[in-house]
């Protein structure tokens, strides 16, 4: 229940969960990666975080600090044992560097829309992200979890491991409700996304519907794309979308080959 003191910010995504369906499916859908800290972003009015206590030690980010009050005395025995710990302020200022913490974590959070996309981004690249289960707009997460190849998104979830998309979510399990709907997925990390692997993705998703030689022409040598795709029989007219995850990496090492080599 929203304190009455409290107003939901709509510029911060203020959409709380209240389903016990859903907060009990997110929970069940934890994986066994080991021993690891739980990272919460978006902590709301906790009832999130009041599942999480049973499953691991919890770091929580909460962007309103109005929330300070209602958090600290709703959660003031675990406070004091040192088994949650909240951080009030932007995570996205707090993750400067690579990794988020100097150790393993689990990304588990009701993701405000606002910020999903970059949040479960970063993940991806922070090797000490060991899993991630999130809840986010459903059309982000049908972007994830889509099949190999549709999207830089879906590259990217699929370098890192095995991804799963859970459930969706419906705005009446939220107060107040958003106007769209939500989805909740999973990640488990099996493997590391190759530098500069992005760079190459942006490049060829710049624009979707542009050929993906047009795209990376714009930032590979011809001579080099000309090999790169002699290589990988690739036709010249061939789309973003057309290539399959493993494609991509292949491509990626024959460029970053070519540019370390000079050619």
């Not at 996205?92 to 913490?101: A, I, K, T």
């Not at 705005?171 to 493997?191: E, G, L, N, T, Y």
Request: charge should be neutral.
């Amino acid at each position: 229940m929203i304190p009455k003191t409290h107003t939901p910010k709509k510029h911060l995504g203020q959409n709380f969960l209240h389903d016990v369906s859903v907060l009990d499916t997110i929970v069940q859908s934890i994986p066994p990666v080991g021993e690891c800290r739980i990272v919460e972003v978006g902590a709301g009015l906790g009832d999130l975080t009041n599942r999480l206590l049973d499953c691991g030690r919890i770091l929580a980010f909460e962007i309103d600090r109005d929330l300070q009050t209602h958090l600290s005395q709703k959660f003031d025995r675990e406070l004091q044992k040192g088994s949650l710990e909240f951080v009030f302020g932007d995570v996205l200022e707090f993750w400067q560097g690579e990794n988020l913490l100097d150790s393993a974590y689990m990304l588990i959070s009701n993701l405000p829309y606002y910020i999903a996309t970059a949040i479960v981004v970063r993940a991806l690249h922070d090797s000490l992200c060991k899993a991630m289960i999130v809840m986010v707009q459903k059309e982000v997460a049908q972007k994830f979890c889509a099949t190999s190849g549709s999207s830089a998104l879906s590259v990217l979830a699929q370098s890192v491991g095995e991804y799963t998309y859970i459930c969706d979510v419906s705005a009446s399990a939220f107060c107040p409700s958003p106007k769209v709907d939500s989805a909740v997925f999973r990640i488990v990390r099996k493997s590391e996304i190759p530098p500069r692997f992005q760079i190459l993705l942006r490049a060829a998703f710049a624009a979707p519907r542009k050929t993906l030689h047009n795209n990376l022409a714009k930032h590979y040598p011809q001579n080099l794309l000309a090999h790169a795709f002699g290589a990988m029989d690739l036709p010249t007219n061939v789309r973003p979308h057309e290539l399959n995850t493993p494609q991509y990496h292949h491509l990626h090492r024959i460029l970053e080959k070519g540019e370390t080599n000079g050619e």
